[in-house]
């Protein structure tokens, strides 16, 4: 295990966007920037998708996509919130190893039989994961202290993905 890099990414409370492969994902509505409502870019227009067939699986999709690194869970029922565009997917059948949702299994974008109260999120908690602590580096003890200092002098949450081992 080589010394983990010390470099972190901040991201605002409005949410976490990232385009990377396939389209652009954002989640939005949550507490923290690692979790929301699952808001997907096309044909010029963000939109939600819906939480039929909606599962862990999906969730890890959407968590690779927008680069975190926590560990994946699906919410249903607009857990984050009603959003408030189209309801753009539907049917989500990820086998979990794919690179972007587009990659899925899916229905054709805005075909659905849903309503806004059942806007899939996700939520991708580095808290919860195995990750940082299969890494035994003695900076990993150091993140509750990051984060503190972090928070002192931003609004805004941090990831704990930077740390590579
Ligand atoms: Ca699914
Ligand atoms: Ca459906």
Redesign the pocket.
């Known amino acids: 295990c080589e010394m983990p890099q010390l470099a972190w990414r901040v991201t605002t409370t409005a949410g976490t966007c990232k385009s990377g492969v396939g389209a652009p994902l954002r989640i939005v509505g949550g507490k923290e920037s690692f979790e929301g409502r699952v808001e997907v870019y096309h044909d010029g227009k963000w939109g939600t998708i819906c939480d039929d067939?909606?599962?862990d699986?999906?969730a890890e999709v959407v968590c690779r996509q927008l680069g975190l690194s926590g560990t994946p869970k699906a919410l249903s029922w607009a857990h984050y919130g009603q959003g408030s565009g189209p309801i753009l997917l539907d049917e989500?059948?990820?086998s979990g190893n794919e690179l972007s949702l587009d990659q899925c299994k899916k229905s054709d974008w805005g075909q659905q039989n849903c309503d806004h109260i059942e806007d899939a999120g996700v939520s991708c908690d580095p808290f919860t994961g195995t990750d940082v602590q299969l890494c035994q580096s003695d900076a990993v003890g150091l993140i509750p202290t990051l984060l503190s200092l972090l928070s002192r002098y931003y609004p805004v949450n941090a990831e704990s993905d930077w740390f590579q081992c």
């Open positions: 067939q909606w599962d699986r999906d989500v059948q990820c």
